[in-house]
Nanobody, 125 residues
Framework: QSQLVESGGGLVQPGGSLRLSCAAS????????IGWFRQGPGEEREGVSY????????AYVDSVKGRFTISRDNAKKTVYLQMNALKAEDTAVYYC??????????????????WGQGTQVTVSS
């Protein structure tokens, strides 16, 4: 059974850091591009960051550029999202997702085949 499992969420003060992990099982991770998405209360799920199959291409939504860094370790079948200088507006459930269909731009949710269950990130003092 193919699945993705996120971890690393939690409560952090503004300006703090968290590192999210996305662990894959039952699939060959280097066949998939991985995206991180987030969904705040009452909001649409939005693309946050993306990394290509071998990590040569990364992308970020403008609101997190310079603060978040995506990386992957295919040998460990894990993708990471390092989040620094967190703000209250970063509060959301964060999801990782895997896609092997590269015909659409990375924020296109419909291009992702596998999704994790999400991990809550709350930024508050």
């Amino acid at each position: 059974q193919s699945q993705l499992v996120e971890s690393g969420g939690g409560l952090v003060q503004p300006g703090g850091s968290l590192r999210l992990s996305c662990a894959a099982s039952g699939l060959t991770l280097d066949l998939y591009g991985i995206g991180w998405f987030r969904q705040g209360p009452g909001e649409e799920r939005e693309g946050v960051s993306y990394i290509s199959r071998h990590g040569t291409i990364t992308a970020y939504v403008d609101s997190v550029k310079g603060r978040f860094t995506i990386s992957r370790d295919n040998a460990k079948k894990t993708v990471y999202l390092q989040m620094n200088a967190l703000k209250a507006e970063d509060t959301a459930v964060y999801y990782c997702a895997a896609r092997s269909n590269f015909s659409s731009g990375w924020p296109a949710r419909e291009s992702y085949k596998y999704w994790g269950q999400g991990t809550q990130v709350t930024v508050s003092s």
